[in-house]
T-cell receptor, first 118, second 114 residues
Framework: AQTVTQSQPEMSVQEAETVTLSCTYD???????LFWYKQPPSRQMILVIR??????QNATENRFSVNFQKAAKSFSLKISDSQLGDAAMYFC???????????????FGTGTRLTIIP | ETGVTQTPRHLVMGMTNKKSLKCEQH?????MYWYKQSAKKPLELMFV???????ENNSVPSRFSPECPNSSHLFLHLHTLQPEDSALYLC?????????????FGNGTRLTVT
């Protein structure tokens, strides 16, 4: 079974600075997807960024980028120019590419609570 | 505006009560999911439905009973719950087709069992 580990329960960053959230995972599969979700106080899980394991290029979405190290099974999230609205719980998630058709279930980490300091 | 709507937002129930959680998705998706989110634990997958058929039951106790009448609606019927069932229950949906279909989540129902 796959597992996802987020070793930083809490992180804080000064507004406008850069912060990196860590995530490691364990799998024996070669084809999979990795995701970062954000959960603000509204409680809705919002997709921040996704990475396909067979793509070597790191995914980027505006101020959000990842450092995907497949051999090390590491998938960190970098947030540049942090804004107050970035304050939330951040969850790393794994999905096998071999799941049954129509079953895109995710395995989540325990989350990192990010605080933005004005 | 979320494409996945969950009601109620909060629910307090006694251990002998029967209640239901409702989820509706407006995204035209074919797969729907129930997840349980407890403090300091990873989200736990409970049930998966694809085209109204249950495709996964992750060893969930029978006091949780899902129902999926169509691809847009998903219910979670609750009866004789325990205090440890108190958690945030999240509904999600996905397209159910193709290799890269992300999950879209609702705002969750905060359940407290007294």
């Amino acid at each position: 079974a796959q597992t996802v580990t987020q070793s930083q329960p809490e992180m804080s960053v000064q507004e406008a600075e850069t912060v990196t959230l860590s995530c490691t995972y364990d799998t024996s599969e070669s084809d999979y997807y990795l995701f970062w979700y954000k959960q603000p106080p509204s409680r809705q899980m919002i997709l921040v960024i996704r990475q396909e394991a067979y793509k070597q290029q790191n995914a980027t979405e505006n101020r959000f980028s990842v450092n995907f190290q497949k051999a090390a099974k590491s998938f960190s999230l970098k947030i540049s120019d942090s804004q107050l609205g970035d304050a939330a719980m951040y969850f790393c998630a794994y999905r096998s590419a071999e799941t049954n058709f129509g079953n895109e279930k995710l395995t989540f980490g325990t989350g990192t609570r990010l605080t933005i300091i004005p | 505006e979320t494409g996945v709507t969950q009601t109620p937002r909060h629910l307090v129930m006694g251990m002998t009560n029967k209640k239901s959680l409702k989820c509706e998705q407006h995204l035209g998706h074919n797969a729907m999911y129930w997840y349980k989110q407890s403090a300091k634990k990873p989200l736990e997958l409970m049930f998966v439905y694809n085209f109204k058929e249950q495709t996964e039951n992750n060893s969930v106790p029978s006091r949780f009973s899902p129902e999926c009448p169509n691809s847009s609606h998903l219910f979670l019927h609750l009866h004789t719950l325990q205090p440890e069932d108190s958690a945030l229950y999240l509904c999600a949906s996905s397209q159910g087709q193709g290799r890269n279909s992300p999950l879209h989540f609702g705002n969750g129902t905060r359940l407290t069992v007294t």
